[in-house]
């Protein structure tokens, strides 16, 4: 895992995404507060001509179960209003309003499979360890399916909604063996309130009760946090180190 700590997350993540970009690519998108300077900067390199959107896919990590899609706060809303329709990328995204559901589950796990998977996968991280919608407690070995939100993270997500009783209970999201087989992983936190879960998820025990770390078993991560969110990192230094002698020509 290579941890970058820097006061520019959006641009450092949007560099790693944009060594992707290619006829054909598959991205995996968040929702979030977090991914959003990052699609702001990929959207300015596509203006500027630096990037092309042409032949990409997408799909997304999760939905609230139940949510109609028309709802602003549904993530097949918000993913179109933040990013993809602004891209002109076709984007692909769990059926909230699905009345099978373990069906709906499979469906997707075999349209991520018959794109060839994913390319790049960004990820947020939740305040309790959470990436996708997977709560603590969660399989390491998981695939799409139902999870119930704890009242933490509803409690997050309220901002979003007009309270936390407005926030749905159950979701359907991405398993973290399904985040696993993505070919380079991506993660942004920013804020102090990010600091312990980003420390639990790169230097602690890979443990189902922060999901995140997860991430340690995979071959290619690039954590990009800002200084107030690397704060409880007892390697700081290291992974400051590392990057300003990071070797010429090796890309995120």
Known sequence: MEVVVTTSPGEVAADAIAGHLRPGAVLGLATGS??????????????????????????????????????????????????????????????????????????????????????????????????????PGSSLASRTRTKTLTPRTREDNARFFGSVDEVPIHVLTQGLGTILEARHVVLVATGPAKAAAVAAAVEGPVSAYCPASVLQLHPHVTCVVDPDAAADLKLIDYYRFTVAHKPDGQPW
């Open 34 to 135: 977090s991914p959003l300077p990052v699609y702001t900067s990929l959207l300015r390199r596509r203006d500027t001509g630096e990037l092309s959107f042409d032949s990409v896919r997408a799909f997304t990590l999760d939905e609230y179960l139940g949510l109609p899609r028309s709802h602003p706060q549904s993530y097949h809303s918000v993913i179109r209003r933040d990013f993809t329709d602004q891209a002109g990328i076709e984007v692909d995204g769990p059926d909230g309003e699905a009345t099978d559901v373990p069906a709906e589950a499979a469906r997707y796990e075999a349209a991520i499979a018959a794109a060839g998977g994913i390319d790049v996968q960004l990820l947020g991280i939740g305040t309790d360890g959470h990436i996708g919608f997977n709560e």
